[in-house]
Protein backbone atom coordinates (compact mmCIF):
# COMPACT_ATOMS: atom_id res chain seq x y z
CA UNK A 1 0.00 0.00 0.00
CA UNK A 2 1.39 3.52 -1.11
CA UNK A 3 0.65 5.46 2.41
CA UNK A 4 1.93 8.73 0.92
CA UNK A 5 -0.43 9.07 -2.20
CA UNK A 6 -3.54 11.38 -0.28
CA UNK A 7 -6.22 9.62 -2.32
CA UNK A 8 -4.94 5.65 -1.27
CA UNK A 9 -4.56 6.74 2.06
CA UNK A 10 -7.54 8.82 2.82
CA UNK A 11 -9.82 5.23 1.33
CA UNK A 12 -7.61 3.42 3.87
CA UNK A 13 -8.65 5.27 6.74
CA UNK A 14 -12.33 5.73 5.55
CA UNK A 15 -12.14 1.69 5.81
CA UNK A 16 -10.79 1.43 8.66
CA UNK A 17 -12.23 1.69 12.20
CA UNK A 18 -11.18 4.33 15.01
CA UNK A 19 -10.23 3.10 18.50
CA UNK A 20 -11.93 5.19 20.71
CA UNK A 21 -11.35 6.78 23.64
CA UNK A 22 -13.15 8.08 26.82
CA UNK A 23 -17.28 7.06 28.00
CA UNK A 24 -20.65 7.37 26.47
CA UNK A 25 -23.65 8.29 28.59
CA UNK A 26 -24.42 4.30 28.39
CA UNK A 27 -21.37 3.52 30.69
CA UNK A 28 -21.90 4.74 33.75
CA UNK A 29 -24.50 3.67 36.35
CA UNK A 30 -25.42 4.87 39.71
CA UNK A 31 -23.39 4.10 42.35
CA UNK A 32 -20.07 3.20 39.75
CA UNK A 33 -16.92 3.90 41.55
CA UNK A 34 -13.79 4.26 39.21
CA UNK A 35 -10.27 4.44 40.24
CA UNK A 36 -8.34 6.49 37.90
CA UNK A 37 -5.73 5.10 36.28
CA UNK A 38 -3.36 8.57 35.66
CA UNK A 39 -1.32 9.27 38.41
CA UNK A 40 -0.25 13.11 39.15
CA UNK A 41 2.59 14.42 40.89
CA UNK A 42 2.04 17.59 41.93
CA UNK A 43 4.81 19.61 40.44
CA UNK A 44 6.39 23.34 41.38
CA UNK A 45 6.63 23.68 37.13
CA UNK A 46 2.89 22.91 36.85
CA UNK A 47 1.62 25.07 40.13
CA UNK A 48 4.07 28.01 39.27
CA UNK A 49 2.51 28.26 35.63
CA UNK A 50 -1.04 27.84 36.72
CA UNK A 51 -0.62 30.69 39.58
CA UNK A 52 1.10 32.97 37.40
CA UNK A 53 -0.85 32.29 34.06
CA UNK A 54 -4.03 32.63 35.75
CA UNK A 55 -3.07 35.55 38.00
CA UNK A 56 -3.11 34.47 41.49
CA UNK A 57 -0.16 36.19 42.49
CA UNK A 58 -0.52 36.00 46.36
CA UNK A 59 2.72 35.85 47.97
CA UNK A 60 2.12 32.94 50.33
CA UNK A 61 2.10 30.74 46.95
CA UNK A 62 5.70 32.07 46.16
CA UNK A 63 7.61 33.38 48.88
CA UNK A 64 8.84 31.23 52.47
CA UNK A 65 8.53 34.01 54.81
CA UNK A 66 4.85 34.92 53.22
CA UNK A 67 3.85 31.24 53.61
CA UNK A 68 5.72 31.03 57.08
CA UNK A 69 3.30 34.09 58.21
CA UNK A 70 0.23 32.47 56.81
CA UNK A 71 1.35 29.43 59.15
CA UNK A 72 2.29 27.18 56.08
CA UNK A 73 6.02 25.34 56.49
CA UNK A 74 7.30 26.36 52.95
CA UNK A 75 4.84 27.15 50.07
CA UNK A 76 2.37 25.42 49.52
CA UNK A 77 0.80 24.35 45.68
CA UNK A 78 -1.99 26.58 44.75
CA UNK A 79 -5.50 25.19 45.76
CA UNK A 80 -6.43 26.01 42.30
CA UNK A 81 -3.83 24.17 40.60
CA UNK A 82 -3.82 21.30 43.54
CA UNK A 83 -8.44 21.24 42.46
CA UNK A 84 -7.54 21.09 38.52
CA UNK A 85 -4.94 18.49 39.39
CA UNK A 86 -7.33 15.98 41.16
CA UNK A 87 -10.15 16.62 38.36
CA UNK A 88 -8.00 16.22 35.24
CA UNK A 89 -6.78 12.97 35.93
CA UNK A 90 -10.71 12.07 35.71
CA UNK A 91 -11.03 13.30 32.26
CA UNK A 92 -10.05 10.29 30.29
CA UNK A 93 -12.57 8.17 31.97
CA UNK A 94 -15.86 10.58 32.97
CA UNK A 95 -15.47 13.09 29.98
CA UNK A 96 -13.24 13.57 27.07
CA UNK A 97 -16.35 12.09 25.23
CA UNK A 98 -17.14 15.37 24.81
CA UNK A 99 -20.08 17.10 26.34
CA UNK A 100 -20.12 20.15 28.33
CA UNK A 101 -19.11 20.85 31.44
CA UNK A 102 -22.23 21.95 33.35
CA UNK A 103 -20.94 22.92 37.03
CA UNK A 104 -19.86 22.20 40.11
CA UNK A 105 -20.63 22.08 43.66
CA UNK A 106 -19.33 21.09 47.37
CA UNK A 107 -16.06 21.78 46.42
CA UNK A 108 -14.31 20.94 49.55
CA UNK A 109 -10.31 21.68 50.13
CA UNK A 110 -9.15 19.09 53.06
CA UNK A 111 -6.05 19.87 53.24
CA UNK A 112 -4.14 22.98 51.96
CA UNK A 113 -0.76 22.64 53.29
CA UNK A 114 0.21 20.07 50.21
CA UNK A 115 3.56 20.76 48.71
CA UNK A 116 4.75 19.87 45.12
CA UNK A 117 5.91 16.37 45.12
CA UNK A 118 3.26 14.73 46.47
CA UNK A 119 1.39 12.64 44.31
CA UNK A 120 -2.53 12.23 44.13
CA UNK A 121 -4.63 9.12 43.60
CA UNK A 122 -8.43 10.20 42.42
CA UNK A 123 -11.47 8.17 41.99
CA UNK A 124 -15.27 8.97 41.15
CA UNK A 125 -18.18 7.54 42.19
CA UNK A 126 -21.26 8.20 39.71
CA UNK A 127 -23.73 10.13 41.94
CA UNK A 128 -27.02 10.32 39.20
CA UNK A 129 -27.33 9.95 35.72
CA UNK A 130 -30.57 11.45 33.97
CA UNK A 131 -31.82 12.39 30.09
CA UNK A 132 -31.31 15.66 28.69
CA UNK A 133 -34.48 16.69 27.86
CA UNK A 134 -33.03 19.60 25.56
CA UNK A 135 -30.56 17.69 23.90
CA UNK A 136 -31.51 14.25 23.21
CA UNK A 137 -28.17 13.53 21.75
CA UNK A 138 -26.47 13.93 24.87
CA UNK A 139 -27.45 12.74 29.25
CA UNK A 140 -26.34 14.32 31.85
CA UNK A 141 -24.08 12.75 34.77
CA UNK A 142 -22.75 14.32 37.95
CA UNK A 143 -20.08 12.12 39.80
CA UNK A 144 -18.57 12.39 43.59
CA UNK A 145 -14.66 13.04 42.91
CA UNK A 146 -11.89 12.97 45.65
CA UNK A 147 -8.18 13.25 44.93
CA UNK A 148 -6.47 11.64 48.08
CA UNK A 149 -2.71 11.50 49.03
CA UNK A 150 -1.40 8.13 47.49
CA UNK A 151 1.66 7.95 50.59
CA UNK A 152 -1.19 9.00 53.04
CA UNK A 153 -4.37 8.08 52.03
CA UNK A 154 -5.30 11.62 53.73
CA UNK A 155 -8.12 13.35 51.21
CA UNK A 156 -6.86 17.00 50.01
CA UNK A 157 -9.72 17.92 47.44
CA UNK A 158 -13.36 16.71 46.92
CA UNK A 159 -16.47 18.06 44.52
CA UNK A 160 -19.33 17.02 42.84
CA UNK A 161 -19.52 17.84 39.15
CA UNK A 162 -22.31 17.50 36.11
CA UNK A 163 -21.53 17.14 32.64
CA UNK A 164 -23.56 16.53 29.17
CA UNK A 165 -22.65 13.35 28.08
CA UNK A 166 -23.01 11.86 24.77
CA UNK A 167 -24.82 9.08 24.06
CA UNK A 168 -24.23 5.97 21.98
CA UNK A 169 -28.03 6.35 20.70
CA UNK A 170 -29.80 9.53 20.82
CA UNK A 171 -33.65 9.43 23.30
CA UNK A 172 -36.92 10.61 22.07
CA UNK A 173 -37.15 14.05 24.37
CA UNK A 174 -39.73 16.43 24.42
CA UNK A 175 -36.99 18.68 23.10
CA UNK A 176 -36.67 20.45 26.58
CA UNK A 177 -40.99 21.86 26.53
CA UNK A 178 -41.57 20.52 29.53
CA UNK A 179 -38.83 22.05 31.40
CA UNK A 180 -38.99 25.41 29.73
CA UNK A 181 -42.55 25.40 30.64
CA UNK A 182 -42.02 24.15 34.71
CA UNK A 183 -39.39 26.79 35.29
CA UNK A 184 -40.17 29.54 32.73
CA UNK A 185 -37.55 28.92 30.38
CA UNK A 186 -34.84 30.62 32.52
CA UNK A 187 -32.64 27.97 34.47
CA UNK A 188 -29.70 30.84 34.13
CA UNK A 189 -28.89 32.89 37.71
CA UNK A 190 -27.28 35.31 36.22
CA UNK A 191 -30.27 36.20 33.46
CA UNK A 192 -32.43 38.43 35.62
CA UNK A 193 -35.66 38.10 36.22
CA UNK A 194 -38.08 40.13 36.54
CA UNK A 195 -38.54 40.12 40.43
CA UNK A 196 -34.45 39.64 40.72
CA UNK A 197 -33.88 43.73 39.79
CA UNK A 198 -30.51 45.08 41.08
CA UNK A 199 -30.59 47.14 44.03
CA UNK A 200 -30.43 51.16 43.99
CA UNK A 201 -26.73 50.85 45.41
CA UNK A 202 -23.62 49.06 45.38
CA UNK A 203 -21.01 49.29 48.29
CA UNK A 204 -17.47 48.98 47.49
CA UNK A 205 -15.41 47.59 50.94
CA UNK A 206 -12.73 50.29 51.91
CA UNK A 207 -10.13 47.54 52.27
CA UNK A 208 -9.38 43.78 51.68
CA UNK A 209 -9.32 42.58 55.31
CA UNK A 210 -12.41 40.78 57.00
CA UNK A 211 -13.55 43.57 58.92
CA UNK A 212 -13.58 46.21 55.56
CA UNK A 213 -15.96 43.69 54.33
CA UNK A 214 -17.94 43.55 57.19
CA UNK A 215 -18.54 46.99 57.92
CA UNK A 216 -19.68 47.25 53.70
CA UNK A 217 -22.28 44.47 54.89
CA UNK A 218 -23.16 46.25 57.97
CA UNK A 219 -23.13 49.89 55.73
CA UNK A 220 -26.05 48.03 53.23
CA UNK A 221 -27.74 46.43 55.85
CA UNK A 222 -31.44 47.52 55.63
CA UNK A 223 -30.89 49.45 52.80
CA UNK A 224 -31.57 48.69 48.76
CA UNK A 225 -28.43 47.92 48.45
CA UNK A 226 -25.71 45.05 47.60
CA UNK A 227 -21.86 44.89 48.31
CA UNK A 228 -20.64 44.37 45.11
CA UNK A 229 -17.41 45.50 43.15
CA UNK A 230 -15.37 44.85 39.74
CA UNK A 231 -11.88 43.93 39.89
CA UNK A 232 -9.65 45.87 36.96
CA UNK A 233 -7.40 43.16 35.89
CA UNK A 234 -8.43 41.48 32.88
CA UNK A 235 -6.69 37.96 31.12
CA UNK A 236 -7.06 37.42 27.40
CA UNK A 237 -7.09 33.55 26.93
CA UNK A 238 -4.24 32.55 25.02
CA UNK A 239 -2.95 29.16 24.28
CA UNK A 240 -1.44 28.81 27.19
CA UNK A 241 -4.30 28.55 29.00
CA UNK A 242 -6.55 27.46 26.63
CA UNK A 243 -4.05 23.91 25.90
CA UNK A 244 -1.35 24.03 27.91
CA UNK A 245 -2.90 24.40 30.97
CA UNK A 246 -5.63 21.44 31.14
CA UNK A 247 -3.03 19.50 29.40
CA UNK A 248 -0.27 19.86 31.90
CA UNK A 249 -3.06 18.52 34.93
CA UNK A 250 -3.55 14.81 32.46
CA UNK A 251 -6.93 16.93 30.91
CA UNK A 252 -7.54 15.05 27.65
CA UNK A 253 -10.68 16.82 26.88
CA UNK A 254 -10.30 17.57 22.94
CA UNK A 255 -12.38 20.87 23.71
CA UNK A 256 -9.48 22.62 24.88
CA UNK A 257 -6.63 20.97 22.62
CA UNK A 258 -7.54 20.02 19.24
CA UNK A 259 -8.87 22.95 16.96
CA UNK A 260 -9.88 20.08 13.76
CA UNK A 261 -12.55 19.14 15.90
CA UNK A 262 -13.79 21.64 17.50
CA UNK A 263 -14.03 23.71 13.91
CA UNK A 264 -17.39 21.34 13.73
CA UNK A 265 -18.65 22.10 17.01
CA UNK A 266 -20.63 24.92 18.16
CA UNK A 267 -18.27 27.29 20.02
CA UNK A 268 -16.75 26.71 16.39
CA UNK A 269 -13.03 26.78 18.26
CA UNK A 270 -11.28 25.23 21.19
CA UNK A 271 -12.55 26.34 24.65
CA UNK A 272 -11.05 27.45 27.74
CA UNK A 273 -11.06 24.36 30.61
CA UNK A 274 -14.35 25.48 33.20
CA UNK A 275 -11.29 25.61 35.87
CA UNK A 276 -8.79 28.10 34.40
CA UNK A 277 -11.80 30.47 33.52
CA UNK A 278 -12.94 30.01 37.21
CA UNK A 279 -9.18 30.25 38.11
CA UNK A 280 -8.51 33.70 36.57
CA UNK A 281 -12.29 35.28 37.68
CA UNK A 282 -10.87 33.77 41.14
CA UNK A 283 -7.38 35.46 41.23
CA UNK A 284 -8.73 38.82 40.55
CA UNK A 285 -11.08 38.69 43.04
CA UNK A 286 -8.84 37.58 45.62
CA UNK A 287 -6.10 40.38 44.19
CA UNK A 288 -8.55 42.55 46.67
CA UNK A 289 -8.84 40.29 49.35
CA UNK A 290 -6.06 39.50 52.12
CA UNK A 291 -7.02 35.44 51.42
CA UNK A 292 -5.93 33.43 54.41
CA UNK A 293 -7.75 29.70 53.35
CA UNK A 294 -9.80 28.54 50.76
CA UNK A 295 -12.70 26.82 52.26
CA UNK A 296 -14.75 25.37 49.52
CA UNK A 297 -17.11 26.83 46.50
CA UNK A 298 -20.53 25.75 45.56
CA UNK A 299 -23.41 26.24 42.83
CA UNK A 300 -20.58 26.66 39.96
CA UNK A 301 -21.90 26.80 36.74
CA UNK A 302 -20.29 27.47 33.31
CA UNK A 303 -22.69 29.75 31.24
CA UNK A 304 -20.77 30.07 28.35
CA UNK A 305 -18.08 28.92 26.14
CA UNK A 306 -15.15 30.98 26.34
CA UNK A 307 -12.37 30.69 23.49
CA UNK A 308 -9.00 31.92 22.24
CA UNK A 309 -8.99 36.12 22.46
CA UNK A 310 -11.89 35.84 24.59
CA UNK A 311 -10.78 38.43 27.90
CA UNK A 312 -12.04 37.31 31.20
CA UNK A 313 -13.18 39.77 33.87
CA UNK A 314 -14.28 39.76 37.29
CA UNK A 315 -16.96 40.52 39.49
CA UNK A 316 -17.51 40.11 43.10
CA UNK A 317 -20.54 40.61 45.51
CA UNK A 318 -20.41 39.62 48.90
CA UNK A 319 -22.62 37.82 50.44
CA UNK A 320 -22.10 37.61 54.05
CA UNK A 321 -19.34 37.88 57.25
CA UNK A 322 -18.72 35.73 60.45
CA UNK A 323 -16.21 36.26 62.63
CA UNK A 324 -14.91 32.82 63.18
CA UNK A 325 -11.29 33.03 64.73
CA UNK A 326 -9.18 35.79 66.39
CA UNK A 327 -6.82 36.74 63.06
CA UNK A 328 -9.34 35.76 60.32
CA UNK A 329 -12.98 35.54 59.55
CA UNK A 330 -15.11 33.61 57.12
CA UNK A 331 -16.50 35.28 53.84
CA UNK A 332 -18.91 34.07 51.63
CA UNK A 333 -18.48 35.72 48.21
CA UNK A 334 -20.43 35.10 44.98
CA UNK A 335 -17.87 35.62 41.95
CA UNK A 336 -19.31 36.25 38.31
CA UNK A 337 -16.66 35.74 35.54
CA UNK A 338 -17.49 37.40 32.11
CA UNK A 339 -16.39 38.41 29.11
CA UNK A 340 -15.35 41.77 27.00
CA UNK A 341 -19.21 41.93 25.72
CA UNK A 342 -19.93 41.69 29.65
CA UNK A 343 -21.39 38.10 28.86
CA UNK A 344 -21.07 36.43 32.36
CA UNK A 345 -19.19 32.94 31.47
CA UNK A 346 -18.79 31.47 34.82
CA UNK A 347 -20.86 31.94 38.43
CA UNK A 348 -20.35 30.31 42.01
CA UNK A 349 -20.05 30.80 45.49
CA UNK A 350 -16.76 30.70 47.45
CA UNK A 351 -16.16 30.70 51.62
CA UNK A 352 -12.71 31.81 52.44
CA UNK A 353 -11.17 32.96 55.40
CA UNK A 354 -9.94 36.49 55.38
CA UNK A 355 -7.59 38.06 57.56
CA UNK A 356 -8.62 40.65 60.20
C1 LIG B 1 -23.97 23.92 28.13
C2 LIG B 1 -24.75 25.01 27.46
C3 LIG B 1 -24.66 24.87 25.92
C4 LIG B 1 -26.16 24.85 27.90
O1 LIG B 1 -26.91 25.94 27.48
P1 LIG B 1 -28.46 26.02 27.73
O2 LIG B 1 -28.90 27.43 27.58
O3 LIG B 1 -29.14 24.98 26.93
O4 LIG B 1 -28.48 25.69 29.27
P2 LIG B 1 -29.51 25.02 30.22
O5 LIG B 1 -30.88 24.88 29.61
O6 LIG B 1 -29.35 25.82 31.46
O7 LIG B 1 -28.89 23.59 30.48
C5 LIG B 1 -29.01 22.52 29.59
C6 LIG B 1 -29.40 21.29 30.42
O8 LIG B 1 -28.35 21.05 31.38
C7 LIG B 1 -28.93 20.99 32.69
N1 LIG B 1 -27.96 21.61 33.62
C8 LIG B 1 -27.30 22.76 33.44
N2 LIG B 1 -26.49 22.98 34.47
C9 LIG B 1 -26.62 21.94 35.32
C10 LIG B 1 -26.04 21.60 36.55
N3 LIG B 1 -25.13 22.39 37.12
N4 LIG B 1 -26.42 20.45 37.15
C11 LIG B 1 -27.33 19.65 36.57
N5 LIG B 1 -27.92 19.91 35.37
C12 LIG B 1 -27.57 21.05 34.77
C13 LIG B 1 -30.20 21.82 32.59
O9 LIG B 1 -31.11 21.44 33.61
C14 LIG B 1 -30.69 21.47 31.22
O10 LIG B 1 -31.31 20.19 31.27
P3 LIG B 1 -32.35 19.74 30.12
O11 LIG B 1 -31.54 19.44 28.88
O12 LIG B 1 -32.99 18.51 30.67
O13 LIG B 1 -33.30 20.89 29.95
C15 LIG B 1 -24.23 26.43 27.84
O14 LIG B 1 -24.52 26.66 29.19
C16 LIG B 1 -22.76 26.55 27.62
O15 LIG B 1 -22.28 26.72 26.51
N6 LIG B 1 -21.99 26.52 28.72
C17 LIG B 1 -20.53 26.56 28.66
C18 LIG B 1 -19.98 25.18 28.86
C19 LIG B 1 -18.50 25.29 28.98
O16 LIG B 1 -17.85 26.00 28.22
N7 LIG B 1 -17.92 24.60 30.01
C20 LIG B 1 -16.52 24.71 30.30
C21 LIG B 1 -15.62 24.22 29.22
S1 LIG B 1 -15.81 22.50 28.81
C22 LIG B 1 -14.71 21.75 29.92
O17 LIG B 1 -14.07 22.42 30.70
C23 LIG B 1 -14.65 20.27 29.82
C24 LIG B 1 -13.82 19.52 30.83
C25 LIG B 1 -13.95 20.02 32.24
O18 LIG B 1 -12.46 19.51 30.47
C26 LIG B 1 -14.36 18.10 30.83
O19 LIG B 1 -15.52 17.94 31.20
O20 LIG B 1 -13.66 17.19 30.46
New binding site residues.
Given amino acids: MDYTDTETFTTILDRTETREKGNCFEDFTEGQTIAHAPGLTLSNYANELWASQTLNHDPMYWRTDAAREAGFEEPPVHPDYLLAAVMGPT?EDL?EKGG????RTNVRYHDQTVTPGTEVRVSSTVESTAT????PEYG?VTWETEGVDAETGDPLVSYER???IPRREPVATDG?ES?TAADGGD??ATDGDADDAPPEEFVTPDGDRFGDFAAALDEAEDRDAAVAYRHERGRTMDDVLVATL?LMTL?T?K??HNVDVMADSPSGDI????DVTRSVALGHARSDEATYRELGCDDE?????VTPGDTVYGFTRVLDAEATHDHAGTVTFEHIAFNQHDAPVYSGTRRALIQQ
Wanted: glycine fraction near 10%; hydrophobic fraction near 35%; charge should be positive.
Fill in positions: VSYFLGSSSRITNMGATDPNAQHVAYGRFHTF
